[in-house]
């Protein structure tokens, strides 16, 4: 009897830790599935979209020789163009895996550090879309500082499992002990995370469970934080005046915490995608509440208490954090919310996720603390989605002005300058733009090769305006560009509109002021058309050009130049075949033109009709008939045909 009964009350032992054990692996799986949802959506759904981020298009297109610098970042760097080369979905498919990677580690290490479940996925969410770190697109810059950072948590992970056993030597010792000597040559920002956070952990650890071995551990510890410190000392310029370095610190590290959540009340353009986003925003919300509540219902009542401890550490993070910005400044490493300083600011944002997280856990009652988790990492991730999105659409607009450049030739004469509206745009360079010309446009570099040039540029202007000179060398972006006035040619690509390539006597009505200065040394001519067939072009760039029926104008304008008015209605039968929107009228002038040029005067006064009742392009629709009257005129029953049909579309040909 007794066996039995001790076999039974095994038993249910048993049962009771295989039960938590099941719960835990619940638990670990619900949050790096959550990791993996939060990176794909706000991140992952674009990269398919995403081009490449300030002057990486130079650094891949051109790369150049590795720096001879103490630290691995170039190295790393260059190593990843070499494999992945101008692929830029591959750089952020990479980019996504390693902030997963990273996520993934910061919870470990927050559960290793005793926080809970509960605290450390919201603290491991929350810093996947902190609020400071705006741009996810940054490919190989940010995969260096990504494969820093996840180096630095392992090791400190790693630290953590060897004080778990019970000798001081052991392999999770020497692991981590590589992982930290890594992290400490990749980039001076990782450095300087890695020496506090090493330092940190062991001061943490120190007051607990391992206090037996307090001296090693704080001696690891501080001997981390002096390597880290040497070496970025004695790799940058030092600052010496501390004091006033100290209090401009204090004062920043208080504005920017105030400031960061501001960064979150971010909204779409539109009343209609407003009301969608809220709505999106707020079933999320709900639903990542209803998960953290699962780990809630996990944890036990005392661990939701706050204590001194929590206060301890709270306050410790706060000076950390600040040391943290101190030892930049003093150092000269410049963090700003400008590319690519900004990069940095991803590490910061793993210090200040914990910090809100501990800041929520003193200051809020349990039972609202899911809901507020919830709701900064769903309006924290929205902010992040928008950034995301915003790249996006604008590396499309970079894609569908290079193919609508490449389908009006694909060369241009060597020393041409490309004179447009406005660049750079919000996340590409004129620098990138430049490369990628010169790329598809098989031009070399050189002193002489293909320049773009800002419109506004007060030097170029200037140059214009100075009739007594033919070309000039301009210092324009920190660079040297040669600008012959015989070699211009002015490009204008209104917003939502196809790209126009600009002539002396070209009359468009919105055309911007500073691109009608240029336009009468506009020299199309210089971009040469190759004999690319038809198919090719439409393999090559129809998928790229937005909007769509821009291929059409772009194609049919070409096949104009080229008189070739039977191809230009067999291109745009393919339209009509097809059912693709053509939206205005710019986008079918080319077919008019075929039309009567071909005397098909009924389908010339179809096209007109549709798009006659806006007063933009009736203006457009009587100047491109009135042009073909004035080419008739020595034919009078063309002539009355024309005007008979002009009267129809209320077109005044007197």
């Not at 301009?474 to 560009?481: A, E, G, K, V």
């Amino acid at each position: 009897m007794k066996s039995d009964a001790l076999l039974n009350r095994l038993g249910a032992i048993n049962h009771m830790v295989s039960t938590r054990d099941s719960q835990r692996f619940y638990q670990h799986f619900l949050t790096i599935g959550l990791i993996f949802i939060i990176t794909i959506l706000t991140t992952g759904v674009f990269i398919h979209r995403f081009g490449l981020y300030g002057d990486q298009w130079v650094s891949v297109l051109h790369p150049s020789d590795v720096g001879s610098n103490l630290y691995l970042d170039e190295r790393i760097q260059s190593a990843i163009i070499f494999f992945i080369g101008k692929q830029p979905f591959l750089y952020h498919l990479l980019n996504m895996l390693l902030l997963s990677f990273s996520g993934i580690l910061a919870y470990i290490l927050l559960l290793r550090l005793n926080f809970g479940n509960f605290y450390s996925t919201a603290g491991s969410l929350l810093f996947l879309v902190f609020p400071t770190f705006g741009q996810p697109g940054a490919a190989f810059a940010l995969s260096s500082i990504l494969l820093g950072l996840s180096l630095s948590l392992l090791s400190a992970i790693c630290y953590l499992f060897a004080l778990s056993q019970n000798r001081i030597v052991s392999w999770n010792l020497f692991i981590a002990f590589v992982f930290s000597l890594l992290s400490l040559f990749i980039t001076p920002i990782i450095t300087l995370f890695e020496g506090l956070l090493i330092i940190g952990i062991a001061l943490y650890v120190s007051l607990g469970e391992y206090g037996k071995r307090k001296g090693w551990i704080l001696g690891t510890g501080l001997g981390h934080l002096v390597v880290s410190i040497l070496i970025v000392l004695g790799t940058n310029p030092v600052e010496t005046n501390i004091r006033s370095l100290f209090l401009s610190t204090i004062r920043e590290w208080f504005s920017e915490v105030i400031s960061i959540w501001r960064k979150v009340i971010s909204f779409p353009s539109g009343g209609g995608q407003v009301a969608v986003y809220l709505a999106i925003l707020l079933i999320a919300a709900c639903f990542l509440t209803y998960l953290l509540s699962k780990l809630h219902n996990g944890i036990q009542q005392a661990d939701w208490k706050t204590g001194k401890n929590d206060i301890c550490i709270f306050a410790g993070l706060v000076i950390f954090t600040i040391c943290f910005i101190f030892e930049q400044k003093i150092a000269h490493i410049t963090v700003t919310a400008n590319y690519p300083d900004d990069l940095g600011i991803l590490v910061s944002g793993f210090l200040l996720s914990i910090l809100t997280i501990l800041g929520i856990k003193i200051l809020f009652l349990e039972k609202y603390q899911a809901i507020l988790f919830s709701l900064l990492i769903v309006l924290s991730a929205g902010a992040r989605f928008q950034i995301s999105q915003r790249f996006a659409n604008e590396s499309a607009k970079v894609d569908s002005f290079l193919s609508q450049l490449q389908v009006r030739g694909n060369a241009l004469e060597e020393g041409t300058s490309i004179v447009v509206e406005q660049l750079p745009l919000d996340f590409t360079s004129i620098r990138s733009i430049n490369a990628l010309v010169k790329e598809k446009m098989n031009v070399p570099e050189g002193d002489a090769s293909v320049n773009i040039i800002s419109a506004n540029e007060p030097g170029f202007q200037e140059f214009l305006a100075d009739s007594g000179k033919n070309s000039r060398v301009l210092r324009i972006d920190n660079l040297d560009l040669a600008i012959d006035k015989t070699k211009i040619l002015t490009i204008w690509q209104p917003e939502n509109g196809c790209l126009h390539l600009i002539e002396p006597d070209t009359d468009i009505v919105n055309l911007p002021k500073s691109l009608a200065l240029t336009k009468k040394f506009s020299n199309p001519s210089l971009l040469i058309p190759d004999q690319m067939s038809d198919v090719k072009q439409h393999n090559t760039f129809r998928a790229t050009i937005n909007p769509a029926g821009c291929y059409f104008y772009q194609m049919g304008t070409r096949l104009l130049q080229e008189k070739k008015w039977d191809d230009v209605i067999d291109l745009y039968q393919q339209e009509k075949d097809q059912n693709l929107s053509i939206r205005n009228f710019e986008e079918v002038q080319p077919l008019l033109r075929a039309y009567l040029e071909k005397g098909k005067y009924f389908d010339a006064v179809h096209v007109s009709q549709k798009f006659n009742l806006n007063p933009e392009s009736q203006q457009e629709i009587c100047k491109t008939w009135t042009d073909t009257l004035q080419e008739k005129l020595d034919k009078e029953e063309v002539v009355q045909e024309v005007r008979k049909s002009m009267a129809q579309i209320g077109c005044n040909n007197e």
